[in-house]
């Protein structure tokens, strides 16, 4: 009875061990699968570690060449900039060499304007003061800066150029003229700016320009002329045939 006790016994510690083996190889086995996983992971992770080492350098080497190229052209923009400034420099000074140039010009011609307006206003008496007064306006407007230099220039060549056209013109109009402080009625012609012929309404009076002296000049007593005068006022307007006529001139 005891032997069969034993025996039992012996054969459920047979069994537990056979189990525990094989528990053991299973865990062996785990063990080793896991193991085996670990290390390829640890050598997929160290490809990885060297695969990123690389492209670093590679990106540390871009880096380094990409600052270079900056550094250059950082030194190349302050370079180019203190080329500018220079180049601003210089046409700054330029500029305000231009300006001070610029202002006595138009000092200048101011003073050329004014001059041309005294000189028309003493000259030949017909619109001599107008074309004085529009100078005059032109040169207040100058100084004042409403207008520039060229505008100026330009207006004042116009009253001048219009005073040439008059040496190349003729006319006749009615008016009257102010002679000794009386207004006399009559008819006038213009032959250039050469002279100027006045004849009164009633004939009596007749009058030629003395372009020199800038005066009227009456031809008085003398008939000859006085005739001479009235027919080239015939022949200006046109109620004669054209023919040649007389038409004073100053020595």
Same mark, same amino acid.
């Given at each position: 009875?005891?032997l069969?006790?034993?025996?039992?016994?012996?054969?459920?510690?047979?069994?537990?061990? #056979?189990? &525990?083996?094989?528990?053991?190889?299973?865990?062996?086995?785990?063990?080793?699968?896991?193991?085996?996983?670990? @290390?390829s992971?640890?050598?997929?992770?160290?490809?990885?570690?060297?695969?990123?080492?690389?492209?670093?350098?590679?990106?540390?080497?871009?880096?380094?060449? #990409? $600052?270079?190229?900056?550094?250059? #052209?950082?030194?190349?923009?302050?370079?180019?900039?203190d080329k500018?400034?220079?180049?601003?420099q210089?046409a700054?000074?330029?500029?305000r060499?231009?300006e001070?140039?610029?202002?006595k010009?138009?000092?200048?011609?101011?003073?050329?304007?004014?001059?041309?307006a %005294?000189? *028309?206003e003493?000259?030949f %008496?017909?619109?001599?003061?107008?074309?004085?007064?529009?100078?005059?306006?032109? &040169?207040?407007? +100058?100084?004042k800066?409403? *207008?520039?230099?060229?505008?100026?220039?330009?207006?004042?060549? $116009?009253?001048?150029?219009?005073?040439?056209?008059?040496?190349?013109t003729?006319e006749t109009?009615?008016?009257?003229?102010?002679?000794?402080?009386?207004?006399?009625?009559? !008819?006038?012609?213009?032959?250039?700016?050469?002279?100027?012929?006045f004849?009164s309404?009633?004939? $009596?009076?007749? %009058?030629?320009?003395?372009?020199? &002296?800038? !005066?009227?000049e @009456?031809?008085?007593?003398?008939?000859?002329?006085r005739?001479?005068?009235?027919?080239?006022?015939?022949?200006?307007?046109?109620k004669?045939?054209?023919? +040649?006529? %007389?038409i004073?001139i100053? @020595?």
């Amino acid at each position: 009875m005891r032997l069969s006790i034993f025996l039992f016994f012996f054969a459920i510690s047979s069994l537990f061990a #056979q189990e &525990s083996v094989s528990e053991i190889r299973r865990n062996i086995k785990t063990v080793n699968a896991e193991t085996e996983r670990e @290390n390829s992971l640890m050598q997929a992770e160290a490809k990885r570690h060297a695969a990123f080492v690389e492209s670093s350098k590679q990106k540390t080497a871009t880096l380094e060449t #990409q $600052e270079r190229e900056l550094i250059g #052209q950082i030194d190349s923009l302050k370079a180019e900039i203190d080329k500018l400034k220079g180049a601003r420099q210089k046409a700054l000074g330029t500029a305000r060499y231009f300006e001070t140039r610029k202002t006595k010009y138009s000092d200048d011609l101011v003073n050329a304007i004014d001059s041309l307006a %005294l000189f *028309i206003e003493n000259g030949f %008496l017909y619109k001599n003061s107008e074309a004085a007064e529009s100078l005059r306006e032109i &040169s207040l407007q +100058l100084k004042k800066s409403v *207008i520039s230099p060229e505008a100026a220039f330009g207006r004042a060549w $116009e009253v001048m150029l219009e005073r040439v056209r008059l040496g190349y013109t003729a006319e006749t109009w009615n008016g009257n003229l102010d002679l000794e402080g009386k207004a006399i009625a009559g !008819k006038f012609f213009r032959y250039g700016m050469l002279t100027s012929v006045f004849i009164s309404q009633n004939g $009596e009076t007749v %009058l030629w320009l003395n372009s020199q &002296s800038g !005066k009227w000049e @009456n031809v008085g007593e003398n008939f000859a002329l006085r005739t001479a005068l009235k027919e080239t006022m015939r022949v200006a307007e046109n109620k004669t045939a054209p023919k +040649l006529s %007389l038409i004073p001139i100053p @020595n």
